[in-house]
Nanobody, 127 residues
Framework: QVQLVESGGGLVQAGGSLRLSCAAS????????VGWFRQAPGKEREFVGAISWSAGRTDYTDSVRGRFTVSRDNGKNTAYLKMNSLKVEDTATYYCAVKVTNYSNLYWREGQSYDYWGKGTQVTVSS
């Protein structure tokens, strides 16, 4: 069983930055791919970015590529989503998710592939 707690959300002006954290309990985090997703009011949940458990591979949705960075510290059982140049359209609740896997260099873009989810943290970007 893995429990995930996101933090770091808040209110920021357009153009600003935030760093979200995803703290995981349990011993399997270091062998888990991590995905970040977001859901805005009235919209479907969407993939934001992901990182393999070896930390060697990352992926991003096109709308955040070059602005957001996913990273992880397996020693701290924590993953991060650094968000720069935030836009109003980035406003959403952000969730982290993990998938326990034997494959060190894989990640997934599909939410249904993930085993555990956090409860989310709200990010609001004002104009």
């Amino acid at each position: 069983q893995v429990q995930l707690v996101e933090s770091g959300g808040g209110l920021v002006q357009a153009g600003g930055s935030l760093r979200l954290s995803c703290a995981a309990s349990g011993r399997t985090f270091s062998r888990s791919a991590v995905g970040w997703f977001r859901q805005a009011p009235g919209k479907e949940r969407e993939f934001v970015g992901a990182i393999s458990w070896s930390a060697g591979r990352t992926d991003y949705t096109d709308s955040v590529r070059g602005r957001f960075t996913v990273s992880r510290d397996n020693g701290k059982n924590t993953a991060y989503l650094k968000m720069n140049s935030l836009k109003v359209e980035d406003t959403a609740t952000y969730y982290c998710a993990v998938k326990v896997t034997n494959y060190s260099n894989l990640y997934w873009r599909e939410g249904q592939s993930y085993d555990y989810w956090g409860k989310g943290t709200q990010v609001t970007v004002s104009s």
